[in-house]
């Protein structure tokens, strides 16, 4: 089983840019689609972008498309969420999840992913 661990988050000001890691050990990366949800106080958990195991292929959520981008590195067995032009309503805890049983695909439901991390806060002053 993979245990993954997400780092980068903060404090940042609206127009401002984060980058958060997403850490995995304990299996092979490269065996795992990966993606990155978030949630904010009250809400639904959100799909944010999904990466294969190659990084062949990506996904978006409609509310972030042009503004983040996803990324990996298999050789240092880490995911990424670069995140520029940030909102206020960006504001959420965020989580990424592995997903070994359809590794080439993007999955956009919680559902799709058996593995996740323990979150990191991003907030976006106004």
């Known amino acids: 089983q993979v245990q993954l661990v997400e780092s980068g988050g903060g404090l940042v000001q609206a127009g401002g840019s984060l980058r958060l890691s997403c850490a995995a050990s304990?299996?092979?990366?490269?065996?795992?689609?990966m993606g990155w949800f978030r949630q904010a106080p009250g809400k639904e958990r959100e799909f944010v972008a999904a990466i294969s195991w190659s990084g062949e292929n990506t996904l978006y959520g409609t509310s972030v498309k042009g503004r983040f981008t996803v990324s990996r590195d298999n050789a240092k067995n880490t995911g990424y969420l670069r995140m520029n032009s940030l909102k206020p309503e960006d504001t959420a805890v965020y989580y990424c999840a592995g997903d070994n049983y359809r590794p080439s695909s993007l999955g956009f439901s919680a559902n799709d992913y058996d593995y996740w991390g323990q979150g990191t806060q991003v907030t976006v002053s106004s």
């Open positions: 304990g299996d092979t990366f490269s065996n795992y689609a």
